[in-house]
T-cell receptor
Framework: ETGVTQTPRHLVMGMTNKKSLKCEQH?????MYWYKQSAKKPLELMFV???????ENNSVPSRFSPECPNSSHLFLHLHTLQPEDSALYLC?????????????FGPGTRLTVL | GQNIDQPTEMTATEGAIVQINCTYQ??????LFWYQQHAGEAPTFLSY??LDGLEEKGRFSSFLSRSKGYSYLLLKELQMKDSASYLC??????????WGAGTKLIIKP
């Protein structure tokens, strides 16, 4: 595998379900990001991890819970979501955070909340 | 507040040239990025500008004017595969990317 991978690619869940999104980067980077992409809206930064430490939480509801066990893996745990949470969830990585560094994206998980 | 503006949609003809504009307002500035995103795929990096002027990379060029808070992406010799969304993003003083909503480019034969 190369680059940034995400699983699953598609997910349909009910509002009472609990699920997790997984991201893995094979680039040797130290920073990882979760973004939400809704149709015709700018990417919304959700969480940032730098060397496994969370550095940003952009007022994201607690029904989204990130986990970063090491610099290569990032999870987004989901529970009691709302229909408006339906979106494309993108993971990205970069060498570090505090640098004008290029972010590399995974293909995303298309989430539908019923 | 921080804001990025870019057109929602543009249409161009195969073989032609198209310019996608982007204006930005950010708290501090650490450069301007352009990404390409095909439908259902990951955004992929196209260019980065931090100094004023034009950066050319094959058929694609990107321009930055820091004093005007303005950038554009120039695509030459358009091909059908260039049909995609083009995302403009400015990096603020905290090294966070502030994103535009993207410009959907439609290429017609």
């Amino acid at each position: 595998e190369t680059g940034v991978t995400q699983t699953p690619r598609h997910l349909v869940m009910g509002m009472t379900n609990k699920k997790s999104l997984k991201c893995e980067q094979h680039l040797g980077h130290n920073a990882m990001y979760w973004y939400k992409q809704s149709a015709k809206k700018p990417l919304e930064l959700m969480f940032v991890y730098n060397f496994k430490e969370q550095t940003e939480n952009n007022s994201v509801p607690s029904r989204f819970s990130p986990e970063c066990p090491n610099s290569s893996h990032l999870f987004l745990h989901l529970h009691t979501l709302q229909p408006e949470d339906s979106a494309l969830y993108l993971c990205a990585s970069s060498q570090v955070v505090a640098d004008p560094d290029t972010q590399y994206f995974g293909p995303g998980t298309r989430l539908t909340v019923l | 507040g921080q804001n990025i503006d870019q057109p929602t949609e543009m249409t161009a003809t195969e073989g032609a040239i198209v310019q996608i504009n982007c204006t930005y307002q950010t708290s501090g500035f650490n450069g301007l990025f352009w990404y390409q995103q095909h439908a259902g795929e990951a955004p992929t990096f196209l260019s980065y500008n931090v100094l004023d002027g034009l950066e050319e990379k094959g058929r694609f060029s990107s321009f930055l004017s820091r004093s005007k808070g303005y950038s554009y992406l120039l695509l030459k010799e358009l091909q059908m595969k260039d049909s995609a969304s083009y995302l403009c993003a400015a990096m603020d003083s905290n090294y966070q990317l502030i994103w535009g909503a993207g410009t959907k480019l439609i290429i017609k034969p």
